[in-house]
């Protein structure tokens, strides 16, 4: 999957806790993105980043919150989870944006995440 | 709010038969179509993409047709294959916007 690592593959958690997902990736692309995945609703962007200690929100940002401080890491936390968040979570990078010439987006291969 | 729809949400096609998606979107700005390929398990990857001063990109057994005064696009696979079944996404951007819009999803099955 184009050098990205998402990390855990798995989660089960309470409602309530904190939840760090972890994307890492090799390629050095400057562009990071944080994508849920729900049957129904299709991918819908979290938050993005457009570079080291720069992001921005997407359309379901509520809930969530993400940093990046080396170009090769961006993680997610919700910082209290609920069972709406239970999703599939999928992390994406790009070198130029989502509209450069050339630009395609490469996707992890996702981490489940089930909030009891 | 739904800025790109897709439909159906779920097809089965036969063998050797070709399988159509249909997407629509309400935002003149967008400029940029891509289709993206999900199997399970996996993330999705990027398949064909298509930019509005052509009205048609072909790929092999893939072709995006695309319609800029209805804001629709299609994605056809001819002589579909088992290999072929996989959810399917369709997304829109804007040049100068880093962010996709995604469509719902379709999941395409091929039966032999």
């Known amino acids: 999957d184009a050098g990205i690592t998402q990390s855990p593959r798995h989660k089960v958690t309470e409602t309530g806790t904190p939840v760090t997902l972890r994307c890492h990736q090799t390629e050095n692309h400057r562009y990071m993105y944080w994508y849920r995945q729900d049957p129904g609703h299709g991918l819908r962007l979290i938050h993005y980043s457009y570079g080291v200690k720069d992001t921005d929100k997407g359309e379901v940002s509520d809930g969530y919150s993400v940093s990046r401080s080396k170009t090769e890491d961006f993680l997610l936390t919700l910082e209290s989870a609920t069972s709406s968040q239970t999703s599939v979570y999928f992390c994406?990078?790009?070198?130029?944006?989502?509209?450069?010439?050339?630009?395609?987006?490469?996707f992890g291969s996702g981490t489940q995440l089930s909030v009891l | 709010q739904q800025q790109v729809k897709q439909s159906p949400q779920s097809l089965i096609v036969q063998k050797g038969g070709i399988s159509i998606i249909n997407c629509a979107y309400e935002n003149t700005a967008f400029d940029y179509f891509p289709w993206y390929q999900q199997f399970p398990g996996k993330g999705p990857a990027l398949l064909i993409a298509i930019r509005p001063d052509v009205s048609e990109k072909k790929e092999g057994r893939f072709t995006i047709s695309f319609n800029k005064s209805a804001k629709q696009f299609s994605l056809h696979i001819m002589d579909s294959q088992p290999g072929d079944s996989a959810t399917y996404f369709c997304?829109?951007?804007?040049?100068?916007?880093?962010?996709?819009?995604f469509g719902t999803g379709t999941r395409l099955t091929i039966i032999p």
């Open positions: 994406a990078i790009s070198d130029g944006g989502a509209q450069s010439t050339n630009e395609k987006l490469f």
């Open positions: 997304a829109a951007g804007e040049f100068g916007n880093e962010k996709l819009t």
